[in-house]
């Protein structure tokens, strides 16, 4: 296990209880960091080492400045530790994990590795992985969300640190809510007001309200669906509770069935979801809502720039349409549930330290791997790194210069920041793929076709997921 780090630990200095797109902006460019002097009281600059490292970094299609922030961090490293040795492979996203699962088998793999959030759960779970926490590195946890910290916790022990972390927000066109009878500067508050509001939507243009996503086997149905039953007050497990043990099954309680009754309700009754819902994705959203036919989605800060790019491609009436729905382009924090519980699921990616015996050459260096984990889980570099898509992992990071120009540049990314302290990760077991990607969507596709009520529906995913808990299989 690595060491503890006393040194260079930073105390959380952001206020979470004040969390808000204003408080956000306020508190950016307040405070300075200096990567190098911090890391170097964890592990001296002077160090002479080797650290192999695999990531997924910028590609092909990435803007820019994504390729300039990775280049400018690499070459920062070498500054502050010349005489590290760094052998890094940037691997594609989905390539990643399974060039890992080989290379682990082979004993082959790299000192350290960065994957997508829960990616870690299945090869800590296989022990392929060595316990790491924040105080390891020169943190302390007060320097990460607690939702983030829950994400890398597997068993009661700590695998991995946050490097960054994403939530996403609700976007609505205002023109199709003015012209719906609706506020067209707020947005619903609660989701009985999402069902409300897609219904009046319906009704008064002929349009769909709200852009439910319900295709099967799609992680885009469980990152959508899942804030909503959160936020009624229920859970796959008890993933949304302060200390999950993720034992107990609450898919069938009554707020899990509250949410999907409101989907139900939706696309059944009101029919004011997508007739396509059952096999759409988030991408299929996109079309309509350019076209201004659809009222109301969910999606990241990128989605703005994605109809920004939609609109100037188009040509004609539709190119009028198009820049008129960018300029009617709304963010707003995700509704709250009956009792104003408001939920969002936590994605990003954590960084992990593979166990010396499956290192390529069969041992890894500790002070070299403690160096790059401290520095790229820096307030600066979290942040910058994190450019394009993403928030830092380390807290301290929204207080640096580089958030400033981020919030000045990024339209809406103060907006779906402030959902940060909603953030929830799915249950931190290896089984979750399985109960996100396919119970959770199982269940909506049986209850919004008919196939079963919306009580046959919980319970019949109820007894998979409990399945799953007690080792049996659920499908």
Wanted: proline content about 7%; glycine content about 8%.
């Amino acid at each position: 296990m690595l060491t503890t780090a006393t040194s260079a630990a930073y105390a959380q200095s952001v206020d979470l209880s004040k969390w808000s797109p204003e408080y956000v902006k306020s508190i950016a460019g307040t405070k300075q960091f200096d990567a190098a002097k911090d890391c170097g009281a964890v592990v001296p600059n002077d160090y002479t080492g080797r650290v192999s490292y695999w990531y997924t970094g910028p590609f092909e299609a990435d803007p820019q400045i994504a390729h300039d922030m990775d280049k400018a961090f690499w070459d920062a490293f070498h500054a502050a530790y010349p005489n590290i040795t760094t052998d890094v492979q940037s691997i594609t996203y989905n390539e990643l994990l399974d060039k890992f699962r080989t290379a682990l088998l082979g004993n082959a793999a790299p000192m350290v590795i960065r994957l997508q959030i829960l990616g870690g759960v299945e090869f800590a779970a296989k022990g392929y992985l060595q316990p790491l926490k924040p105080e390891d590195v020169g943190y302390t946890a007060a320097d990460f969300w607690p939702g983030a910290l829950k994400s890398v916790t597997y068993e009661g022990t700590s695998y991995g640190l946050p490097t960054n972390n994403e939530t996403m927000a609700l976007i609505w066109n205002a023109k199709v809510f003015k012209d719906a009878g609706l506020d067209p500067e707020n947005p619903p508050k609660t989701w009985d007001d999402v069902v409300a509001y897609s219904k009046q939507i319906h009704e008064k243009l002929g349009i769909p309200g709200y852009g439910l996503v319900a295709k099967q086997n799609a992680g885009n149905t469980p990152f959508r669906f899942m804030p909503m039953m959160w936020a009624y007050g229920g859970g796959a497990l008890d993933e949304a509770s302060a200390d999950p043990s993720y034992k107990t099954v609450e898919i069938n309680n009554a707020g899990s069935k509250a949410a999907l009754q409101a989907a139900y309700q939706m696309y059944a009754v009101d029919k004011s979801a997508p007739t396509s819902a059952l096999t759409n994705t988030q991408g299929e959203n996109q079309a309509p809502f350019i076209a201004g036919k659809l009222g109301m989605m969910i999606a990241h800060p990128a989605e703005y720039a994605k109809m920004t790019d939609l609109a100037s491609k188009a040509t004609g009436a539709d190119k009028a349409v198009a820049d008129d729905v960018v300029a009617n382009m709304r963010y707003g924090l995700l509704p709250t549930g009956p009792d104003g519980k408001r939920a969002v699921v936590f994605g990003g990616s954590n960084i992990h330290v593979v166990k010396p015996e499956f290192v390529e050459g069969g041992k890894s260096d500790e002070q070299a791997v403690k160096a790059l984990i401290c520095f790229w889980d820096s307030p600066e570099w979290s942040t910058k790194l994190a450019w394009v898509g993403s928030n830092p992992g380390n807290i301290n990071g929204f207080m640096t210069d580089a958030m400033k120009q981020r919030l000045e540049t990024i339209k809406f990314l103060d907006v779906t920041t402030s959902m940060l302290p909603n953030g929830i990760p799915f249950p931190v077991i290896p089984e979750a793929p399985e109960i996100m990607n396919i119970i959770v969507p199982d269940m909506m596709q049986n209850a919004l076709t008919g196939a079963m009520t919306v009580d046959q529906a919980a319970d019949d995913a109820a007894k998979k997921v409990e399945a799953i808990v007690a080792g049996g299989g659920g499908i």
